[in-house]
Every structure is written in structure tokens, then in C-alpha cells.
């Protein structure tokens, strides 16, 4: 059975890309930069915003921290049985390729991982959970309606799903990956492909073309 993490992400993705009026790009091969001509499939959507969260450290910190700087921002919560650890595989493994590939351009991107599981995820709880996948990778969470308010303006949609115990529920939330520019603005969705595939079936070399093709 498929994780309630996902239901209805198909849907959800179909309707961000049709309310953007773009297509998502291919992938392409290489570390090589984008052509000057080429258009990312979020340019122009009103997707991200500012916001004042804390990191695994106990640190404030706010969207003006990046100013410059790439952000990879994905969604989701430490206590997710699966496809979250799969997601952020992929993704850290796919910006760990492209750090190797062009270390320039791969230190220009911070990968941020914004909880939407306040109550659980605390910094304490998050700073062993990020560290796995990789070193500058920062987990943000806050109060709920911070977290609510950041969501908001990522388009991102979740809720909590009571389980066998007030302690043992599940959130379900929108599978999304984000790259947004130095200047906060969206850039396009980096690829997760299917959820149920294995994290070394390709899906990094996905990441990292990704990545190639849109950080400058």
C-alpha cells in the first residue's frame, strides 16, 4: 500500500505545474551551466517567502541567512517510517555528486529541511536525523504556526493522521522538492521520482543533472 505521505501527490505536482504554466525540464547530462536563453520551469510562480525558523543547533534563523546562496528546501518529518529518509537520500547524495563534479556552483547550494511535525521534531530531535545525510545539512522547525505559515507560501499542503498512540501518528504532507535562486525565488521542482524505488536506481544522477543544469 502506498505511504499515506503521498496520496494525492501526483495530483498536487500536476496542478503546481499547471498553475506555474510551465513544464518541468528534462534532466541533462553533465555539470555543464544553463544556456542563457533557458527558461526554469518555476520562473515567475509564487512559491517561497520570508520566514524565521530554528535549526538543530537551537539558532534562529531567518530566509535572509541565504541571500546568495541556492537553497534545495524539502519538507517532511523525522519520525516518517520511510519516504522521507528515501527522499533525502536522493537528494543529498544527488548534491553530494554535484559538489564533487563542480565544487564551485556545489558550494553555492544550502540544503534545508523544514519539518512539518513541530511537536516532535525539536532541534534535539533533528540534529542527529540531518546529520545522516548530509554535513551542511540544516533542519528547520519552529512553532506551529510558523511552520504553518512557511508551508503556506511553499504551496506545501500536510496534516497529522492519529495512529495506535498520541505519540505514533503519521503526518501525510506534499512530496516536493524545491531549488530556489540566490534571491529566493523558484527555480523548479528537483526531481524525487517514484517513491518506491530504490535510492541507487539513478535518482542522484537525476538530482545532480538537475542541479547542473539551473545553479550558475
Not at 31 to 40: D, G, K, T
Not at 94 to 108: I, N, T, V, W, Y
Request: with cysteine.
Amino acid at each position: 500500500m502506498m505511504n499515506i505521505a503521498i496520496i494525492g501527490q501526483k495530483a498536487f505536482r500536476a496542478s503546481l505545474i499547471l498553475t506555474t504554466a510551465a513544464a518541468l525540464a528534462a534532466c541533462d547530462a553533465g555539470p555543464a551551466a544553463p544556456a542563457q536563453n533557458s527558461q526554469p520551469p518555476l520562473a515567475g510562480a509564487r512559491i517561497g517567502g520570508p520566514f524565521t525558523l530554528t535549526d538543530q543547533n537551537g539558532r534562529t534563523v531567518s530566509d535572509t541567512d541565504f541571500a546568495g546562496q541556492y537553497r534545495l528546501v524539502y519538507f517532511g518529518y523525522s519520525f516518517c517510517p520511510d519516504i522521507c529518509p528515501v527522499d533525502l537520500q536522493k537528494l543529498m547524495r544527488g548534491l553530494s555528486q554535484f559538489e564533487k563534479s563542480d565544487p564551485a556552483r556545489g558550494a553555492r547550494i544550502q540544503p534545508l529541511f523544514i519539518t512539518v511535525d513541530p511537536a516532535r521534531d525539536t532541534p534535539e530531535a533533528l540534529k542527529p536525523f540531518v546529520a545522516r545525510y548530509h554535513p551542511r545539512l540544516l533542519g528547520l522547525t519552529g512553532t506551529p504556526e510558523q511552520i504553518a505559515a512557511v508551508a503556506k507560501a511553499f504551496v506545501v499542503t500536510y496534516h497529522k493522521v492519529e495512529g495506535s498512540a498520541p505519540d505514533r501518528y503519521l503526518m501525510a504532507h506534499s512530496q516536493l522538492a524545491f531549488l530556489m535562486d540566490p534571491a529566493g525565488k523558484p527555480l523548479a521542482l528537483v526531481p524525487l521520482d517514484d517513491p518506491s524505488t530504490d535510492v541507487d536506481e539513478g535518482a542522484p544522477d537525476k538530482v545532480a543533472a538537475d542541479l547542473a543544469r539551473w545553479v550558475k
